[in-house]
């Protein structure tokens, strides 16, 4: 097997973030994810275009998803509620698309765009990382 990739990731320093962010990280081989925490306060300490540039995944709390989109911070997810997500999908949507997703609710994950809802065995994500990788 290849090396992993390696991805820089911030999060906020909560179980509700780190805990689910670290276990979904570890289910996989193709990448080794090295975690920062912050508290959410310290996230306006820097602006969001920083940030974005500074990390290849960031997980935060944050109500200001205006202000990402419009500093070109984020690219667009275009997805319609997946179901489960939970009650927060809504507040990430901004000017007619869907920018972000919660993390604090049921399980929903995308590979590469494809929905996988639910809590899942590693044996489905491993089968649609390859398909992903073999192009389908």
């Given at each position: 097997?290849?090396?992993?990739?390696?991805?820089?990731?911030?999060?906020?320093?909560?179980?509700?973030?780190?805990?689910?962010?670290?276990?979904?990280?570890?289910?996989?081989?193709?990448?080794?994810?090295?975690?920062?925490?912050?508290?959410?306060?310290?996230?306006?300490?820097?602006?969001?275009?920083?940030?974005?540039?500074?990390?290849?995944?960031?997980?935060?709390?944050?109500p200001?998803?205006?202000?990402?989109?419009?500093?070109?911070?984020?690219?667009?997810?275009?997805?319609?509620?997946?179901?489960?997500?939970?009650?927060?999908?809504?507040?990430?949507?901004?000017?007619?698309?869907?920018?972000?997703?919660?993390?604090?609710?049921?399980?929903?994950?995308?590979v590469?765009?494809?929905?996988?809802?639910?809590?899942?065995?590693?044996?489905?994500?491993?089968?649609?990382?390859?398909?992903?990788?073999?192009g389908?």
């Amino acid at each position: 097997m290849d090396e992993p990739i390696v991805l820089r990731a911030l999060g906020w320093d909560h179980p509700r973030c780190r805990g689910p962010m670290e276990a979904c990280a570890a289910a996989y081989a193709y990448a080794r994810v090295a975690w920062e925490y912050r508290s959410l306060e310290s996230f306006g300490d820097q602006p969001l275009a920083e940030l974005a540039n500074s990390y290849d995944l960031v997980v935060i709390d944050h109500p200001h998803i205006g202000e990402a989109v419009e500093a070109a911070c984020l690219r667009p997810l275009d997805v319609a509620d997946p179901g489960g997500v939970g009650a927060t999908h809504a507040s990430y949507e901004y000017a007619g698309r869907q920018w972000a997703l919660g993390v604090d609710g049921t399980p929903a994950f995308f590979v590469n765009g494809r929905p996988l809802q639910g809590a899942q065995p590693l044996e489905a994500f491993v089968r649609v990382i390859e398909e992903e990788l073999r192009g389908r």
